[in-house]
């Protein structure tokens, strides 16, 4: 999921089974600049964005790095071995675990639709708070 402090602007669900590679990630990173474009097109066009995200082999590789060369987001790194959180650990892990807590569900696909039906509920006050914190 990527999200700003205004809500969410993509997300994406992997499929059972399937590896997060760089390839997978290069895909991703793909729709979410397509996607995002249109939602947030002033962070595109000025190069404003920013993607934060920690220093795991699918985002460290070559090929990512050279997609992000490309359209220059300001990257914030999440320093390796910190103690400090990441936003989602504040926000968006306790969210899903609330949507989910508790009810029983017969398919995969309800579970993917009550997730992200949650995920889409957060309040921008909350994520402020999240990226605050």
């Given at each position: 999921?990527?999200?700003?402090?205004?809500?969410?602007v993509?997300?994406?669900?992997?499929?059972?089974?399937?590896?997060v590679?760089?390839?997978?990630?290069?895909?991703?990173?793909?729709?979410?600049?397509?996607?995002?474009?249109?939602?947030?097109?002033?962070?595109?066009?000025?190069?404003?964005?920013?993607?934060?995200?920690?220093?795991?082999?699918?985002?460290?590789?070559?090929?990512?790095?050279?997609?992000?060369?490309?359209?220059?987001?300001?990257?914030?790194?999440?320093?390796?071995?910190?103690?400090?959180?990441?936003?989602?650990?504040?926000?968006?892990?306790?969210?899903?675990?609330?949507?989910?807590?508790?009810?029983?569900?017969?398919?995969?696909?309800?579970?993917?639709?009550?997730?992200?039906?949650?995920?889409?509920?957060?309040?921008?006050?909350?994520?402020?708070?999240?990226?605050?914190?």
């Open positions: 999921m990527f999200y700003d402090w205004k809500g969410t993509h997300h994406e669900l992997v499929r059972h089974g399937q590896m590679n760089k390839q997978l990630y290069l895909e991703v990173l793909a729709r979410l600049r397509d996607g995002a474009c249109g939602k947030k097109s002033e962070l595109w066009e000025n190069q404003t964005w920013m993607l934060h995200y920690d220093n795991v082999l699918a985002h460290a590789s070559l090929l990512i790095c050279s997609y992000l060369a490309k359209y220059q987001p300001s990257i914030v790194p999440h320093p390796p071995y910190s103690r400090d959180s990441a936003p989602a650990d504040f926000l968006l892990f306790p969210k899903l675990e609330t949507t989910l807590k508790g009810r029983c569900f017969q398919t995969i696909e309800e579970i993917w639709d009550n997730a992200i039906r949650g995920l889409h509920t957060t309040t921008e006050s909350a994520l402020h708070e999240a990226f605050q914190q």
